[in-house]
């Protein structure tokens, strides 16, 4: 049974990530700006999609001077949490952002997550007569969002709403399905099963961040998160991250806490060979990056 995971941070990000642009008097350009990061453990929303094992990621941002941006990244995953993929992420993205850098700011945009060749099965009834469960589906981890963003000077919040039929496989094969494989006592998983087979279109995404700069080169950074999961209540969690950027030598030098509280753990454990692995604990997470 596949583990539930959450959404990629950078399809909310890139509205966050692009500088607020002004209007050019006679003709506008585009700016590309080209990103490499390499990390200790490929967190997405406080859970690792590498398995707890370093990971890398490649970004490239386009901003248009009218207030267009797009994103398209690529990052690598475990093949053993996004079961028969390629071991590859993909984001696409893009949206519009105006108003003050240093005052009130606004942008909206649209984003899907793509992890191809990925999907596992389950089953998505339970029979209660016989004990046994039933209706087996074939589930994809690709999702699409809407992407709303309001800030003040640093601080920034975004909210993320679910437009596929479900967000990175949550479903009731993924969630229930899970529940049912894992968990020594079944209550909860049948009772999910209960609820009927729902997939998690209309799920929210809420994210507030905000940056301190303590010297010309290093920066504060503070993080909240929270995902509200239709239908599964079970898969609702938050999640929090403290860090410190610092410039350097043309590269961004980073080191966070990120810590998570999940509701059912079981949903965050991916099988690594005889053993169950859990990608939702607390953790030390350093990384490197550099535009170009």
């Keep these: 049974m596949p583990s539930l995971r959450p959404l990629s941070f950078a399809a909310g990000m890139v509205l966050a990530a692009a500088a607020v642009p002004t209007l050019a008097e ?53 093949k053993k949490q996004f079961l028969d993929g390629a071991g590859l992420g993909m984001t696409l993205a893009g949206g519009y952002r105006f108003g003050d850098p240093e005052g009130w700011h606004f942008g909206a945009g649209l984003a899907t997550e793509l992890f191809p060749g990925a999907k596992f099965e389950a089953p998505h009834g339970f029979d209660m007569t016989t004990g046994t469960p039933t209706g087996f589906q074939t589930t994809r981890y690709n999702s699409t969002f809407a992407v709303v963003e309001i800030g003040y000077g640093e601080l920034e919040g975004r909210v993320l709403h679910v437009l596929s039929k479900t967000y990175r496989g949550a479903d009731t094969g993924g969630v229930c399905g899970t529940m049912l494989a894992l968990m020594p006592d079944p209550t909860q998983a049948l009772e999910c099963y209960a609820r009927g087979d729902h997939g998690s279109r209309g799920s929210w995404l809420f994210d507030l961040d905000y940056k301190y700069n303590l010297t010309p080169t290093t920066t504060l950074n503070l993080h909240a998160g929270y995902q509200k999961i239709a239908h599964f209540r079970e898969a609702n969690f938050s999640d929090y991250r403290i860090g410190v950027t610092h410039k350097r030598w043309g590269f961004e030098w980073n080191a966070d806490w990120v810590t998570t509280n999940t509701r059912v753990r079981e949903l965050y454990l991916a099988q690594d060979g005889d053993a169950l692995r859990a990608t939702d604990d607390n953790k030390f997470v350093v990384s490197i990056s550099r535009r170009f």
């Design 26 to 78: 006679e003709t506008a350009s585009f700016a590309i700006d080209p990103e490499v990061k390499i990390t200790s453990d490929q967190r997405t929303r406080g859970i690792s999609d590498s398995l707890n094992r370093p990971g890398a990621k490649l970004s490239i941002e386009a901003v248009h001077e009218s207030g267009l941006i797009g994103l398209v990244e690529f990052s690598s995953v475990s």
